[in-house]
């Protein structure tokens, strides 16, 4: 069985909010093939989350101005969501995502503006 989990930004198992994320996690149902079926990931809002499939599409067609618009109007509904954002700054600021480090701190402090 393989395990992942992603927390954009910093990890720490002792935070009892990660802690008890992993805990409800594990405790998930699994499928046949021994996998959890399930996410921890808080659900995004619908239409957020439909914009933010449709700015993909856009995106992976060459479409990178409609693709943003999409992606602003995502996060327009669901201003907190850090995935949304992560996509419009990978193209609106490509050197703090694909330098030799990507900057982290930089994105906290995005997230706090």
């Not at 069985?1 to 998930?28: A, C, H």
């Not at 046949?32 to 619908?46: H, L, V």
């Not at 193209?91 to 900057?103: A, G, L, R």
Request: glycine share 4%; aromatic share 14%.
């Amino acid at each position: 069985m393989t395990v992942s989990y992603s927390n954009l930004g910093e990890f720490d198992i002792r935070r009892p909010d990660i802690f008890n994320k992993i805990q409800k996690w594990i405790k998930l149902p699994r499928d046949s093939n021994n996998q959890f079926n399930s996410s921890i990931r808080e659900p995004m809002d619908e239409k957020a989350e439909a914009f933010f499939h449709s700015g993909l599409r856009l995106y992976r067609e060459g479409r990178q101005k409609e693709a943003l618009l999409a992606w602003s109007k995502s996060v327009q509904i669901d201003p907190g969501n850090y995935i949304i954002r992560k996509q419009i700054w990978a193209i609106t600021h490509p050197d703090k995502f694909y330098s030799t480090v990507v900057d982290f701190d930089w994105q906290r402090q995005q997230m706090t503006t």
